[in-house]
Nanobody, 115 residues
Framework: QVQLVESGGGLVQPGGSLRLSCAAS????????MQWYRQPPGKEREWVAF????????YYADSVKGRFTISRDNAKNTVYLQMNSLKPEDTAVYYC????????WGQGTQVTVSS
């Protein structure tokens, strides 16, 4: 079955860290550019980061630059999002995305940053 499954979300205090995982099945993740998006409560879904399948280059939204790191482990068919120095405004459902014409979305994982 072709799917993306996110995990690693949860409740964390401001300033804390979380690592999200996105496990791919049914296809080879290494040939795709992969992305993370998020949807804060009551807002539109927004792009967070992507990592290229060509050169491994990573790009970030200004709101997370310097705090979040996207990476991939092709041997495990998994992409990650390391989130440090979390802020309450990072609270959202985080989604993994396979980019391209045959785009694919995961089901999302909730991240809540609150004291």
């Amino acid at each position: 079955q072709v799917q993306l499954v996110e995990s690693g979300g949860g409740l964390v205090q401001p300033g804390g860290s979380l690592r999200l995982s996105c496990a791919a099945s049914g296809f080879t993740l290494s040939i795709y550019t992969m992305q993370w998006y998020r949807q804060p409560p009551g807002k539109e879904r927004e792009w967070v980061a992507f990592i290229s399948n060509i050169d491994g280059g990573a790009y970030y939204a200004d709101s997370v630059k310097g705090r979040f790191t996207i990476s991939r482990d092709n041997a495990k068919n998994t992409v990650y999002l390391q989130m440090n120095s979390l802020k309450p405004e990072d609270t959202a459902v985080y989604y993994c995305n396979r980019a391209g014409r045959d785009t694919l979305w995961g089901q999302g994982t909730q991240v809540t940053v609150s004291s």
